[in-house]
């Protein structure tokens, strides 16, 4: 098992950042897959960043360029870097893991264990 708690969320002016922060209960490195997911309001959820068990790192379209995963092994921290921030950036962000046996490119939906959501409003 693993638990996972999120910080960093809160209200943004666009073009501005915030960093999130993802505390895991135990070791997150090799052998699990991390990322970063979202979900606006009427929407479903996205994955808009991944780390995967050998440390490749890919992010959603929507999102390249100006979000950065990162994992701080040392203090089992997941963390997202967000810049350039707009309006349509405006969701629930969760972080998530899953077991590395299968791939990590797959559905939210497989990652097992989740945090309970930091809510991040980036207003025009």
């Known amino acids: 098992q693993v638990q996972l708690v999120e910080s960093g969320g809160g209200s943004v002016q666009a073009g501005g950042s915030l960093r999130l922060s993802c505390a895991a209960s135990?070791?997150?490195?090799?052998?699990?897959?991390m990322g970063w997911f979202r979900q606006a309001p009427g929407k479903e959820r996205e994955r808009i960043a991944l780390r995967d068990n050998f440390g490749v790192k890919t992010y959603a379209d929507s999102v390249k360029g100006r979000f950065t995963i990162s994992l701080d092994s040392s203090s089992n921290t997941l963390y997202l870097q967000m810049d350039s921030l707009n309006p349509e950036d405006t969701a629930m962000y969760y972080c998530?893991?899953?077991?590395?046996?299968?791939?990590?490119?797959?559905?939210?939906?497989?990652?097992?264990?989740w945090g309970q959501g930091t809510k991040v409003t980036v207003s025009s």
């Open positions: 135990r070791y997150i490195g090799s052998g699990y897959c």
């Open positions: 998530a893991a899953k077991s590395s046996s299968g791939s990590c490119y797959t559905s939210w939906a497989r990652f097992q264990y």
